[in-house]
């Protein structure tokens, strides 16, 4: 059933790639993974690396096709694939992704918002409706949400992601700072701000243990 | 100058463990690794480790005191440290987080944001002022900004990330989709939503290579 895979870590690097060269197409017609290594401060062999999973090797002297090699890293990143999404618990961080248009070259179709405060049913965020969270089952079913959000705060964020899972859907973006458990099959993608803080904060208490700051 | 070095994958389940025991402080007096380790789907011998960084070990049949637990990972994490900040790019994204109340536990104060659009300039957003971004070396230096946090598009975020570091900001948090480089001693910690989704997409169609998703 699987497709060539290619490693979660040049997969997270490939969406990187694609908007530097989009953004060079106009200007250049071959590029050589050395000049984008360059460009990142990313090791030349990991760059050839990468893009070898997508592409074949770049011609001696000449390097990539820029045109060729964003159609291809489209293509291993799935753009134009449409792929139904839902997302659960419209608060300041739901809403954002809500509004945020950065989703849609991933093909990212927001069907509908979830939450339990009748206040917000029946209201549009960034163009979505936000509906009673009851009929997250229906609409899954109907749907067929393949690609569930979590922004609902943790401590219903284990039985949401249940509810989902039960529903079918098969990709679940967990932005509530816990650890789901999904069953074999199912993904998770955890994007955990607080954990983030914490490595930074640590970083800042370690590069100046006095660190203070009390100014105003 | 370094302090007893917490790994990176510890720190980053630290906040969950901490949130998970702040919710049983006052149902449960005693936790074992195990049951922590029950709690998240975690193998217990890694939990075993991750407290380990930061207290004794918990003691045979009674664990650990989940209120002592709480202090130590406080302490680890830095909470009650104030740590000044400001955030560059106030669209969507910037305003969301703004917005989001869940850093206050981490001390991040962010004392103001910046924008290059006029129409926003005085502006407050979850009571933060909206500044023009040519005040962003006036007020890192006179407030002592440690950490920035870069919601900029991905064009100026290389840009946007050499000003912070001029001023003397030791850590960025950048939610532009690219790489930062930053000089030694600086940390930037990535955020980066689209790499997520490019996880996400790939997986769903590894597990459905027929993926269409027409459905209304």
Redo the contacts between chains.
């Keep these: 059933?699987?497709?060539k895979?290619?490693p979660?870590s040049t997969?997270?690097?490939?969406?990187?790639y694609l908007?530097?060269l989009n953004?060079l197409k106009d200007k250049v017609t071959n590029i050589s993974a050395t000049a984008i290594a360059e460009e990142?401060?990313?090791n030349d062999v990991q760059v050839r690396k990468d893009l070898g999973a997508v592409s074949g090797s770049g011609r001696p002297k000449t390097g990539y096709s820029v045109t060729e090699l964003i159609a291809q890293l489209e293509a291993?990143?799935?753009y134009g694939?449409?792929?139904?999404t839902i997302l659960v618990g419209a608060g300041?961080?739901g809403?954002?992704?809500l509004?945020?248009?950065?989703?849609a070259?991933?093909?990212?179709d927001i069907i509908a918002a979830f939450d339990t405060n009748p206040a917000l049913w029946g209201t549009f965020v960034g163009g979505k409706p936000i509906l009673p969270d009851c009929d997250i089952e229906a609409v899954c079913t109907d749907?067929?949400i393949?690609?569930g959000i979590i922004t609902v705060p943790?401590?219903v964020a284990q039985q949401t992601c249940d509810r989902l899972v039960a529903c079918g859907v098969?990709?679940i973006?967990n932005f509530a700072?816990?650890?789901l458990?999904v069953p074999d099959?199912v993904?998770v993608?955890n994007?955990?701000?607080?954990?983030?803080?914490?490595?930074?904060?640590?970083?800042?208490?370690?590069?100046?243990?006095q660190?203070?700051?009390?100014?105003?």
Tied chains: 1, 2.
């Design positions: 059933m699987r497709e895979s290619i979660i997969l997270r690097r490939l969406p990187v908007h530097y953004s990142f401060g990313l291993a990143l799935g694939i449409k792929t139904n300041n961080l809403k954002a992704l509004t945020y248009g950065g989703f070259d991933y093909g990212i749907k067929k393949e690609l943790v401590e098969q990709a973006w700072p816990t650890i458990r099959g993904m993608e994007e955990n701000l607080a954990s983030s803080l914490a490595i930074l904060c640590k970083h800042l208490r370690e590069a100046s243990p660190h203070s700051s009390e100014c105003s």
